[in-house]
């Protein structure tokens, strides 16, 4: 099959031979381009000159002599705009900046529609003041009167902002297509408008219009001069109900543009087609980097249906993969530096007049990876312990600094007092990060990162100097907010070289053999039906305003004109509810071709799969491998040695060393077999949930059996809503999913029972002091500074000592929280975890105590806590932890021994990574 850009160029060729001159090519976007050369150069073996390509865009702003605004420039000029009409009762700036842009979005989709305005605005006020009628003749609320001024006011806005933007020649996308087809109206065809500088127009790949760009399209077909390559296919297009033509169908039957038969590729080429789904975002991003290892890369396109998941799948590209163009950026707001700007505005948002910082912001800014490597993990430390030691709530700038003299010079910049007015203080952040750039740690991405936020930065500066409603620090943070938030960072590649790594709308008018498209779930492709807008549905259907159902049909065409010249697709999906991907169905879209594609075709094959990840990571990872300690290996240590250390970490290590280097060195995760059923880890969660939400109330008080009385029916409102959060109400309420929400109603009342007789046969005061408590510390190694981090379910005081107490929905016997010896706790795992826990708890006391430290089986709750003993003794002392911290040290001086080879434990029954 023939790409269709060659299709193009062999059309330009037949009807232009070699001179291209005068040939004008109008695309959607011009990513497609370098892509489009490519193909003239494969075509022509002789020298020659390029035709212009240009985008609708830039079409639009050559006709017009008008820019695109840039949205923040629109923001701050519509502000003004505003109140000048609204004068003393204008909302403050950083409440209009929560909908101004959502605003300015509706006025463009009003004029790239060409909706008469006067009509709509009249209508729109009369919609929402007949919304406020009652047959009650009581006086408007003080809200009822300012909701109906807004809407009587917005005509006002856009008449005012319309008339700036005139006199500045500039425009929202909108705007820019209706000055066009009024400039066009105006102009006509006379002998300087821009169609007489070209021979032949040709419109490439282009599928849902606006209603300008109908008519800029049906002007330049009556010139006889254009002509249209439309990219579809017969399955789509023939059928009436079909949303991927429904926009082409609507051409054909209304202009006389489309010239060009409809290709017949679904019908006549055979076709592989495979859904797969599987549990999580980590585990669809590792089944890609295992389908890529097979793969022609040069012919392969991976699409990001959720660009969001771009960091995981680069880190599962396997070793064949050398060459790799990424088409899309990097979200700036899932950088580090992105949490480390807000930091900083925290850090002198609570600075007080007296010359200090808060302690806790102070610590996260120290802390914070950007900075982290800079610092000496011992000065680090020594920080920490200073502040515990002496209680410090408040650090004196001057005091910390001669306290900590050999601090890099950023962090003295950052401690030192800002002045807080925009303007000045925005001046002392470009200060700062131009000192982040040149930090020794920084690498190519993080200066592409600091970059972006210098250039950001600036420009608020320079919005801080012109603008006098910038009037502090809270709304200046809450503005760069906004914008670092729409901010991605390039990433630098060869577009023809290697794999193409894509968003769905960048792969308009491109083909390729084989597609991976990752998170084909329902509510990301198509996107769910919400969309920022003041317009109500019904006003934007009598309108014929773009709804989320032409968005639907839109995302439906690239879909299936991807995959109309494609010989292979593989479609990932997230099948298993979770906090994070609460949505767990395939697209509709996958359904509907396993249901009409083979029919259609025969020669298609449509395949779901269950994905046996257990069994492709044996065969990927051979089981017999030793991975050998490269410098690879030793940086991804240190990122996780400052990010921190769990002991499920540490124990995956023990467990088999190559299970912990491809879980938390080369980032994937091991498969869990889930299966639309509630499994343990889920129904854990659930558990420690509705167990933290019973107790918080009670914590730093004594317990008393009276004071546990817990009404079952608000422990089962409860349960339900810790359900919900996993699963719809129709699939935890029958089957095995509803033993599983009995299961946990009858541990958690169960739980709270034996509580109560535990309080009521002890004569102890025992008093609950933190839940899911999170805990850390930083221990020392050679020239390491490594951070242990855990959270704790439950921290009991009883008559003065800490009790540490961790649940398990699990099975568990006594026996494996018996050791002599610390060593011992490397083969028996809960209590490893439980000597960490105590560590933790013993490092972060002021005054450490001898802890005690208890597992309850939540299935075992007869049984009641069982405590870790060691040499026989409950209560693990001083002498006990700092052996446990040898021990760790041991472990740890095991993982950085360059010498000893990562290898798999054939004896673990725990991995089944390897």
């Known amino acids: 099959m023939q790409a269709f850009l060659k299709d ?200 849902a219009l606006t209603k300008s760009e109908e008519q800029l399209f049906d002007f330049l077909y009556k010139q006889n001069k254009t002509t249209f390559l439309f990219d579809y296919d017969k399955f789509y297009f023939e059928s009436k109900q079909h949303e991927a033509g429904s926009f082409l169908r609507k051409y054909k039957k209304e202009f006389s543009w489309i010239k060009n038969k409809a290709y017949d590729y679904y019908k006549t080429e055979p076709k592989q087609i495979n859904a797969y789904g599987l549990n999580n975002t980590e585990d669809q991003a590792f089944f890609t980097g295992h389908l890529l290892t097979k793969v022609n890369p040069k012919k392969t396109v991976v699409v990001l249906a959720d660009e969001n998941t771009i960091d995981m799948s680069l880190l599962n590209l396997p070793d064949n993969i050398t060459d790799v163009n990424i088409t899309l950026g990097y979200p700036f707001k899932n950088s580090i530096f992105y949490d480390f700007v807000l930091l900083i505005f925290d850090l002198h ?45 408040r650090i004196n700038a001057d005091i910390f600094k001669k306290q900590f003299s050999n601090l890099p010079e950023v962090v003295n910049e950052l401690f030192t007092k800002w002045d807080t007015k925009p303007a000045p203080f925005l001046k002392k952040f470009i200060n700062v990060i131009e000192q982040l750039d040149q930090l020794p740690s920084s690498n190519d991405l993080q200066r592409e990162h600091t970059f972006l936020l210098k250039n950001t930065v600036q420009k608020l500066y320079s919005y801080c100097i012109k603008h006098d409603f910038l009037e502090n620090i809270k709304i200046v943070k809450k503005l760069i907010e906004v914008l670092l938030k729409s901010k991605s960072t390039p990433f630098i590649g060869e577009p023809l070289k290697g794999l193409q790594i894509m968003g769905m709308l960048e792969t308009r008018l491109l083909d390729f053999d084989h597609v991976i498209m990752l998170s084909t779930n329902e509510g990301v492709l198509p996107k769910d039906k919400f969309e920022q807008s003041f317009i109500p549905l019904e006003i934007k259907n009598y309108f014929k305003l773009t709804t989320y159902k032409e968005r639907d049909s839109v995302f439906a065409y690239h879909f299936y004109r991807l995959l109309q010249r494609s010989k292979k697709a593989d479609l990932l999906y997230i099948a298993t509810p979770s906090a994070e991907n609460s949505n767990a169905e395939p697209s509709r879209f996958i359904q509907q071709i396993e249901y009409e594609l083979p029919k259609y075709n025969s020669n298609i094959i449509f395949k779901n799969n269950k994905v046996n990840l257990e069994k492709i990571k044996k065969e990927d990872f051979n089981t017999d491998a030793k991975v050998s300690k490269t410098n690879f290996f030793f940086e ?6 400052t990010r921190g250390l769990s002991p499920t970490a540490l124990i995956t290590y023990l467990n088999c060393p190559l299970d912990f280097y491809y879980k938390y060195i080369v980032g994937t995760r091991e498969d869990q077999e889930i299966d639309e059923e509630v499994e343990d880890r889920i129904l854990g969660t659930i558990i420690h949930n509705v167990l933290y939400r019973l107790y918080l109330p009670h914590i730093g008080k004594k317990l008393e059996e009276n004071t546990l009385q817990f009404n079952k029916e608000t422990i089962i409102k409860m349960v339900e809503t810790e359900f919900e959060e996993f699963f719809k109400k129709e699939d935890y309420k029958v089957g095995k999913n509803l033993l599983r929400f009995e299961l946990a109603t009858d541990l958690i009342n169960r739980f709270i029972k034996n509580e109560k007789k535990i309080v009521k046969n002890s ?69 490893f975890q439980l000597l960490f826990y105590t560590k933790l708890l013993n490092s972060n006391s002021k005054t450490p105590k001898d802890v005690t430290a208890s597992i309850l089986f939540l299935k075992k709750l007869n049984e009641g806590y069982k405590r870790l003993k060691f040499e026989k003794k409950n209560n693990i002392d001083q002498a006990a932890i700092n052996a446990f911290e040898k021990e760790l040290k041991g472990i740890i001086d095991e993982l950085l021994n360059p010498d000893i080879e990562l290898t798999h434990n054939e004896d673990s029954k725990y991995c089944k990574y390897c």
């Open 636 to 641: 991804k240590c240190k990122e996780l040695f």
């Open 349 to 393: 948002l609570f600075f007080n007049t007296d010359n200090t910082f808060y302690y806790k912001h102070a610590l996260e800014v120290l802390k914070h990876p950007v900075l982290s490597a800079e610092i000496d993990p011992k000065v680090l430390s020594e920080i920490e312990k200073f502040l515990t030691k002496n209680n410090v709530i």
């Open 8 to 207: 193009a160029v062999d059309l330009i060729k037949t009807n232009h031979g070699s001179d291209l001159r005068k040939i004008l090519v109008l695309v959607p976007n011009k990513r497609a381009v370098i892509f489009f050369k490519n193909h003239i150069a494969n075509t022509y073996t002789e020298s020659l000159f390029l035709p212009t390509f240009i985008s609708i865009d830039e079409f639009a702003a050559d006709v017009t002599k008008q820019t695109l605004a840039e949205p923040i420039d629109l923001l701050f000029e519509f502000y003004h705009i505003y109140k000048s009409i609204e004068k003393e009762s204008a909302q403050p700036f950083e409440e209009f900046i929560q909908w101004a842009a959502v605003l300015i979005k509706d006025f463009s989709d009003l004029d790239s529609q060409l909706v008469d305005t006067n009509d709509f605005f009249k209508y729109v006020y009369t919609y929402f003041e007949l919304q406020q009628w009652s047959p009650d003749p009581k006086e408007l609320t003080d809200f009822q009167i300012q909701y109906l001024h807004f809407w009587k006011s917005i005509e006002k806005y856009y008449i005012a902002l319309k008339k700036y933007l005139k006199t500045q020649q500039v425009n929202y996308q909108g705007g820019l297509f209706r000055n066009l087809l009024e400039t066009i109206k105006l102009i006509g065809s006379k002998e300087d408008f821009l169609l007489k500088k070209y021979d032949q127009i040709y419109c490439l790949g282009f599928n």
């Open 763 to 831: 004569n102890k005061n025992i008093t609950p002091v933190a839940l899911e408590k999170e805990l850390s510390t930083i221990i020392k190694f050679n020239e390491h500074s490594i951070k242990l981090k855990g959270t704790i379910d439950r921290i009991d005081k009883i008559d003065g000592f800490y009790e540490v107490i961790d649940y398990k929905t699990g099975q568990g016997e006594e026996r494996e929280l018996a050791i002599k010896t610390i060593d011992e706790s490397k083969e028996k795992h809960k209590a």
